[in-house]
């Protein structure tokens, strides 16, 4: 029953693809009416991919544009589960570019403080819970990518930050940090054997992570099993980081 989310609201921006459709596929099975969002105009718009957002009510936001979220209509007016999933990453050394960095950390930590601030009042009306995810390259930065590392590790540091201010208006904030896992902005290197093996080697478990993994997480944080735990980021990498 604690695992149960029958009748309640579940927001998932960056819910499109990934870990937060994932999330979102996770809370619908468990009962919950979920909603998503994602960059394009409407879900299907998608193509192929439309089929996985049928069940879900969808709404376009693309957190890269400055001022995007705060004139952003949310699809509900109270929330139990809002899950931040949106992220960015630039490879080949863009991230050293100004205007490539800035853009990154636009969504990957502007982005969240201006979606926790917007949907904080519905949240707080029903003691809700909101789940930051950020990544192990916050702990770790990546040579390559700047910004996608100094974005991560800012988004962390919000859910410390939050958890503490925020847990006197009942609305518990915690995170979770994926590792290495297959989704298309991993592409670049789940495509590469090559470079696939390399970084299987620094993975006690020598796989990747699955969605659905970071999902399972994220269903343990909203319920009521996690009901003390604020302000806390989940390491979910396989092992990666214990060495």
């Not at 009748?7 to 009416?33: D, K, T």
Request: hydrophobic share 45%; aromatic share 6%.
């Amino acid at each position: 029953m604690d695992l149960d989310f029958t009748g309640r609201n579940v927001l998932v921006v960056g819910g499109s693809s990934g870990i937060g459709l994932a999330c979102a596929q996770m809370f619908a099975a468990r009962g919950a009416e979920v909603a998503v969002t994602g960059t394009r105009a409407t879900k299907t718009a998608y193509g192929d991919g439309a089929k996985a957002l049928e069940p879900f009510a969808f709404s376009s936001l693309d957190a890269a544009v400055p001022g995007a979220v705060e004139a952003w209509v949310p699809p509900f007016n109270v929330l139990d589960v809002v899950i931040l999933s949106q992220g960015a990453v630039l490879y080949r050394r863009q991230e050293f570019e100004i205007e490539a960095f800035r853009q990154v950390v636009e969504v990957n930590l502007n982005s969240l403080m201006a979606c926790a601030q917007k949907l904080a009042p519905a949240l707080e009306a029903h003691g809700g819970s909101l789940i930051i995810i950020s990544s192990v390259g916050g702990l770790r930065a990546a040579r390559g990518n700047p910004a996608y590392s100094a974005s991560k590790a800012g988004a962390i540091h919000l859910t410390r930050a939050l958890g503490d201010a925020w847990a006197g208006r009942s609305i518990r904030v915690n995170g979770i940090a994926p590792g290495l896992i297959a989704t298309k902005m991993t592409e670049v290197t789940t495509s590469d054997p090559t470079r696939l093996q390399e970084r299987l080697k620094g993975i006690p478990l020598n796989r990747l992570g699955r969605p659905e993994e970071i999902a399972g997480v994220a269903l343990f944080l909203a319920s009521p099993l996690a009901a003390y735990i604020v302000g806390e980021t989940i390491v979910v990498d396989g092992g990666r980081t214990l060495s």
